[in-house]
């Protein structure tokens, strides 16, 4: 039973860092049909920041990784992706794939490709035991920064008027357009906000790992991005829900996959999306076909 | 028409599996760097350089490459190899595997007699295939698979490196004559050289009389709180063997500590250096084999002397102890041109066929005709106390034991 519960709060924390990154990803794209790979590369910019920060000053380190992952975010907007708007959801797809190795090449030329370490809030690292049941504090940080971030931007989405504007985009830009809302407005408060996410996210990781690289934030991304397509990349809601149940998928298999096969558990999380893209090509939690933007 | 979201679920699904099949290599073209005047010229000895100042395996390649420049300068100022100077041929491949090939063929049309690869049997061998068929000897300075050499299909390929099965005997001895009877192997299996690393530890250590009482694998950028729950849910680990390499291993020695599993743990030289220790504050009670040290306080004081010339010539301590692999690169082809008198891969590769014992920085150097690496020398155990790396024994394998 015990190993059952430390399974479940191993698995809950997993996917809750999957959740923030699909919360993240699932808003820009929700606006602009922009599945943002380079979106790991705003994680790392982040995290950058708190290795190199926080031995100096640990409240500088998190309001610097948040102003630095809404300076990128905002950035990329402006420097690639608002030139690209009237394109394609491919060609947003590969530009951001270009943006994610051009970046990760520009952090290895200024950081060098060897990881930067420093203990970022070791305080989080420390665990008790009840029990029986090893609960690691930072743990319970995460679930608990993911669920007020998620809470939160629900607040900013049904509260507040750029909030609705973003929805309105997110339901239909060109008629959102046409009915008044502002789009360049609109898009770069998605932009924000999602790099404020990331800067979370890069907060959760670098505590947990005291390490960063040039592609510290791709495999996060990775499995975000999934976990936003096998909810509903249109569904924030259902991105969100996806993120966490891949977070939770790969946490579980690991845990009770036989050890023959256990080195084989990613593989059965994509096979699970491919069996989520074949059987809900919109993803579980989206109802009804998407609508082309414009 | 589909709707474009189900297309790019799809496309995203497809993009997200081709970057993690890639293993996040980032692709970018090949940069040359000749430090040398034309190659070849003069008669004396062109190296080509295939290895990596940028990418994931730059942290290893950088210390040997360095000490091969440096080494390369030493011996010409001297007056280079029968009065010709050694020129140097160097491409950055970035770590990107579609590179090598392309940049062994670029160093081989601009006259390189000799090819020194990547620390990576994996990542290096497309390279040292193309200098195998021009019959090119071709030298990995710190390759630790046995495979590097016929086992690889690499008559002319030889690794300056300590080959896996020594490193891992060392790692099991070590923990042996600590007293650690129950042991726990934790696998990165992203690369063959830490795989086979676990499995050699693993059988050695059984051999000795230990006991395994898990066996769990990892991958780099992967938490291992899971697998840190498994491990104290069941028997209590006297040892930790961490077959890893920063900074997935790192991410892996971190989840252990935070999460309550103070057993000592001993890792091969992928977990060496201290650009890595900051991540888990404290650290103490783990232990590395590797080459040298970097620390100032190697038993050999010509290893010393050179990790302070490294310093004073590139501004900061080898990252890695296998900076001395370059060294002994230089000195090995040094050696073996004076018994083959010409720079014939073949005459070269029968050359270093007859070292024995050569006495080079890394060790006590011979090769045989099944293995191309070396598996005897004496290693250095180091230990990180509070943080501090420190050297704490020389220690050769008892018996080298091998894995199918």
């Not at chain 2, 495979?147 to 300590?162: K, R």
């Given at each position: 039973m015990t190993s059952f519960l430390q399974a479940l709060i191993d698995a809950t924390s997993a996917g809750a860092v999957y959740a923030l990154a699909a919360l993240g990803i699932g808003l820009v794209f929700g606006v602009l049909r922009l599945a943002n790979f380079a979106y790991g590369e705003i994680i790392t910019a982040s995290a950058y920041t708190l290795i190199i920060v926080w031995p100096m000053n640990p409240v500088?380190?998190?309001?610097?990784?948040?102003?630095?992952?809404?300076?990128?975010?905002?950035?990329?907007?402006?420097?690639?992706?608002?030139?690209?708007?009237?394109?394609?959801?491919?060609?947003?797809?590969?530009?951001?794939?270009?943006l994610s190795i051009l970046l990760q090449r520009?952090?290895?030329?200024?950081?060098?490709?060897?990881v930067l370490s420093a203990s970022v809030a070791s305080g989080l690292s420390t665990s008790v035991n009840l029990g029986g049941v090893r609960l690691n504090l930072l743990s319970v940080v995460t679930i608990v920064l993911a669920a007020m971030l998620l809470v939160g931007v629900q607040l900013f989405l049904t509260r507040t008027s750029i909030g609705l504007q973003v929805q309105a985009a997110s339901a239909d830009f060109r008629i959102a357009r046409l009915l008044g809302v502002r789009s360049g407005l609109v898009i770069a408060v998605t932009f924000a906000i999602s790099g404020f996410i990331a800067a979370a996210v890069a907060f959760?990781?670098?505590?947990?790992?005291?390490?960063?690289?040039?592609?510290?934030?791709?495999?996060?991304?990775?499995?975000?991005?999934?976990?936003?397509?096998?909810?509903?990349?249109?569904?924030?809601?259902?991105?969100?829900?996806?993120?966490?149940?891949?977070?939770?998928?790969?946490?579980?298999?690991t845990s009770w996959l036989p050890p023959e096969i256990n080195p084989f558990r990613t593989a059965f999380v994509y096979l699970l999306v491919i069996a989520v893209l074949v059987l809900r090509p919109n993803g579980l939690f989206s109802a009804g076909a998407g609508k082309v933007r414009t | 028409m589909k709707p474009i979201v189900a297309r790019s679920g799809a496309a995203v699904a497809v993009a997200a599996s081709f970057v993690l099949l890639a293993g996040c290599v980032s692709s970018a073209p090949a940069e040359?760097?000749?430090?040398?005047?034309?190659?070849?010229?003069?008669?004396?000895?062109?190296?080509?350089?295939?290895?990596?100042?940028?990418?994931?395996?730059s942290p290893f390649d950088i210390p040997a490459l360095n000490t091969i420049k440096m080494e390369v300068d030493a011996v010409n100022e001297a007056g280079g190899i029968d009065g010709a100077p050694i020129e140097l041929n160097i491409v950055d491949t970035g770590s990107d595997l579609d590179q090598y090939a392309s940049a062994a063929q670029e160093v081989i049309d601009a006259g390189a007699d000799v090819i020194v690869v990547t620390c990576d049997y994996d990542v290096a061998s497309p390279a040292s295939l193309v200098a195998e068929a021009a019959g090119i000897l071709n030298?990995?300075?710190?390759?630790?698979?046995?495979?590097?050499?016929?086992?690889?299909?690499?008559?002319?390929?030889?690794?300056?490196?300590?080959?896996t099965p020594?490193?891992?005997?060392?790692?099991?001895?070590?923990?042996?004559?600590?007293?650690?009877?129950?042991?726990?192997?934790?696998?990165?299996?992203?690369?063959?050289?830490?795989?086979?690393?676990?499995?050699?530890?693993?059988?050695?250590?059984?051999?000795?009389?230990?006991?395994?009482?898990?066996?769990?694998d990892y991958v780099q950028g992967e938490s291992i709180v899971?697998?840190?729950?498994?491990?104290?849910?069941?028997?209590?680990?006297?040892?930790?063997?961490?077959?890893?390499?920063?900074?997935?291993?790192?991410?892996?020695a971190k989840d252990l500590r935070d999460n309550g599993v103070t057993a000592p743990i001993v890792s091969g030289f992928g977990m060496d250096g201290t650009f890595w220790l900051d991540s888990v504050p404290g650290l103490s009670d783990y232990y590395t084999v590797t080459y040298s040290s970097i620390m100032g306080d190697d038993p050999n004081a010509a290893v010393n002397e050179l990790a302070d010339g490294y310093e004073?010539?590139?501004?900061?301590?080898?990252?890695?102890?296998?900076?001395?692999?370059?060294?002994?690169?230089?000195?090995?082809?040094?050696?073996?041109?004076?018994?083959?008198?010409?720079?014939?891969?073949?005459?070269?590769?029968?050359?270093?066929l007859a070292f024995d014992g050569e006495d080079l920085l890394v060790g006590p150097t011979s090769f045989t005709d099944e293995l191309h690496i070396n598996v005897e020398r004496p290693q250095r155990v180091m230990k990180i106390t509070g943080g501090e790396l420190a050297f704490l024994e020389e220690r050769a394998p008892e018996k080298v034991v091998f894995v199918d």
């Open positions: 500088l380190a998190v309001l610097g990784a948040a102003v630095v992952g809404v300076a990128v975010a905002l950035a990329m907007n402006y420097a690639v992706f608002s030139w690209l708007r009237s394109q394609s959801a491919a060609t947003l797809l590969i530009a951001s794939f270009g520009i952090y290895e030329g200024i950081f060098g490709a060897n959760v990781l670098t505590v947990q790992s005291g390490t960063v690289g040039p592609s510290f934030g791709v495999q996060p991304t990775l499995f975000g991005l999934i976990g936003a397509v096998i909810g509903g990349l249109r569904n924030l809601r259902g991105a969100v829900v996806g993120g966490f149940v891949v977070g939770v998928a790969l946490s579980l298999l | 040359s760097d000749s430090t040398s005047s034309a190659a070849g010229e003069g008669g004396g000895l062109t190296i080509g350089v295939v290895m990596a100042e940028t990418g994931f395996m030298i990995a300075p710190c390759v630790g698979d046995t495979i590097y050499g016929p086992a690889g299909g690499l008559e002319l390929g030889f690794s300056m490196g300590n080959g020594g490193e891992s005997s060392v790692m099991a001895e070590f923990a042996v004559d600590e007293g650690w009877k129950n042991a726990v192997f934790l696998t990165d299996t992203s690369i063959k050289y830490t795989v086979g690393q676990c499995d050699v530890a693993q059988k050695r250590f059984e051999e000795l009389g230990g006991t395994t009482v898990g066996t769990y899971e697998t840190v729950s498994q491990i104290t849910a069941g028997t209590a680990p006297d040892v930790v063997f961490n077959c890893g390499y920063s900074p997935g291993g790192a991410q892996a004073a010539e590139y501004g900061e301590r080898p990252s890695v102890g296998s900076f001395v692999t370059g060294t002994s690169t230089v000195q090995a082809l040094v050696a073996a041109h004076e018994t083959a008198g010409s720079w014939d891969g073949k005459a070269l590769a029968d050359a270093f």
